[in-house]
């Protein structure tokens, strides 16, 4: 594997950790991050040397999801074109399809917040194990944004509608307890066991034939499939909701406080 800018990688065969590395920026996933994300995910396809893929953040922060200021720069010289959000969303649906269909396992070592896009990638991830003190928001709907990509249908399917819309319509932040609860995720653990956790969910996996563990993600996933068919409306959801005044107030009202 070769070196990223925003990501570090760890090889230690069969598995792959690779840590969101943009620290001072709460790991915020920008597009250069999700393009190298997306180099990796294509380097796996069909590589057996790999069984287990892990996701975490470097430092004290899984993620603070989307970079906002990316955002806003993109919406303000792309003038909100309706054709380049219909695009943007098309691509990030995509990049979840592609993670989704990896053969390796996936696993989400929730070390800190989790926001955002940093939550929606976490629940592609075949499991999560979340760090006692770590937190899960959708802020999407107070920064006058549509949580999309494809994350609204797979809440769905793991915590059931009305939980669904309860944190993403509150933006309400909860803790590991109440994540592990509703069944965000599948551990919650204290902080300093997180990684042993991980180790032994891996341990636990590779000690069976890995073909069989393949073809149950792959018939799991299968599953889903009518959640697939909600996508088609996510691009016109967006627009509408990009194409109206608040969401560039939202967005700017929250770089604003972030820079304080």
């Given at each position: ?59 004290r ?5 989307a ?33 989704d ?17 940093g939550?929606?990638?976490?629940m592609v ?29 797979r ?38 066991e997180?990684?042993n ?16 563990i ?6 799991v ?9 909600l ?30």
């Amino acid at each position: 594997m070769k070196n990223y800018e925003t990501l570090l990688i760890e090889c230690i065969k069969p598995v792959l950790k690779i840590s969101f590395n943009r620290p001072d920026k709460a790991n915020a996933m920008n597009d250069q991050m999700m393009d190298e994300i997306d180099q990796i995910i294509s380097a796996l396809r069909n590589n057996s040397e790999y069984k287990f893929v892990i996701f975490t953040g470097n430092g004290r922060v899984f993620s603070g999801g989307a970079d906002m200021k990316e955002v806003m720069s993109k919406i303000e010289s792309n003038g909100i074109s309706p054709l380049w959000i219909r695009n943007d969303q098309l691509k990030r649906q995509e990049f979840m399809r592609k993670f989704d269909a990896l053969d390796q396992v996936t696993i989400a070592m929730i070390n800190g917040p989790m926001y955002g896009a940093g939550f929606a990638l976490a629940m592609v991830c075949d499991f999560r194990i979340m760090a006692e003190s770590a937190t899960a928001c959708l802020p999407e709907v107070e920064r006058g944004l549509f949580f999309s990509g494809g994350g609204t249908p797979r809440l769905v399917n793991l915590i059931g509608p009305a939980k669904a819309k309860e944190l993403i319509m509150t933006g309400d932040v909860i803790n590991s307890e109440e994540a592990l609860r509703i069944g965000l995720v599948n551990k919650a653990v204290p902080d300093h066991e997180l990684s042993n956790a991980v180790e032994d969910l891996i341990r636990k996996l590779n000690k069976s034939p890995f073909s069989p563990i393949r073809l149950t993600k792959k018939i799991v996933n299968a599953t889903t499939l009518l959640f697939d068919n909600l996508l088609m409306y996510e691009p016109d959801l967006q627009e509408q909701v990009l194409m109206h005044g608040e969401a560039r107030e939202e967005i700017n009202k929250y770089i604003q406080k972030s820079i304080k």
